[in-house]
């Protein structure tokens, strides 16, 4: 089971400030990883602040680890924007099985931000782009 912790990226752990986006897509890195091994890539804040990601078993392929892993890079300037995400290989290869996961994956993304909005408003804030500029908040 997944707490909201371990959504958390390693950047928010650590106490920097909350660029939005960046932490979304380590969240949706998380979401992918936990759907595809059915496990937890980490399992406490020091794994998520310095443990190499557990690969089990290949996946589907070489694309989905790779962008599993470039979803959940540490430094948040190398993590891929959601545009990258979305036109990853793994993404817009044409086999049935990622045809399958493509068609999905967008959904859990669409998910996460209503979600993400939910939270922020239960919260206090009114929006997400609150937690960016800071206005409107608790």
Same mark, same amino acid.
């Given at each position: 089971? /997944?707490t909201?912790? %371990?959504?958390?990226?390693? +950047? ?8 939005? $986006? +960046?932490?979304?897509? !380590?969240?949706?890195?998380?979401? *992918?990883y936990?759907?595809?091994? $059915?496990?937890?890539? &980490?399992?406490? =804040? %020091?794994?998520? /602040?310095?443990?190499p990601?557990? =690969? ?14 470039? #979803?959940? %890079? ?5 993590? *891929?924007?959601i545009?990258?995400? #979305?036109?990853h290989? !793994? ?7 990622v ?13 996460w931000?209503? *979600?993400?909005?939910?939270?922020l /408003?239960? =919260?206090? &804030?009114?929006?997400g782009?609150d #937690?960016? %500029? ?5």
């Amino acid at each position: 089971i /997944l707490t909201i912790l %371990d959504y958390a990226a390693p +950047e928010v752990l650590q106490g920097k400030s909350y660029r939005g $986006k +960046e932490q979304d897509v !380590w969240a949706l890195g998380i979401l *992918l990883y936990t759907i595809v091994y $059915k496990e937890n890539p &980490f399992y406490n =804040v %020091d794994e998520i /602040l310095d443990h190499p990601l557990r =690969v089990p078993f290949l996946p589907f392929s070489e694309d989905c680890i790779d962008l599993i892993r470039k #979803m959940l %890079d540490r430094d948040v300037d190398n993590r *891929l924007t959601i545009t990258e995400v #979305m036109n990853h290989p !793994w993404l817009t290869a044409h086999d049935s099985i990622v045809l399958f996961v493509s068609f999905f994956f967008p959904c859990f993304v669409a998910f996460w931000y209503e *979600l993400h909005d939910t939270i922020l /408003l239960s =919260v206090g &804030f009114t929006t997400g782009d609150d #937690m960016i %500029d800071g206005t409107d908040g608790p």
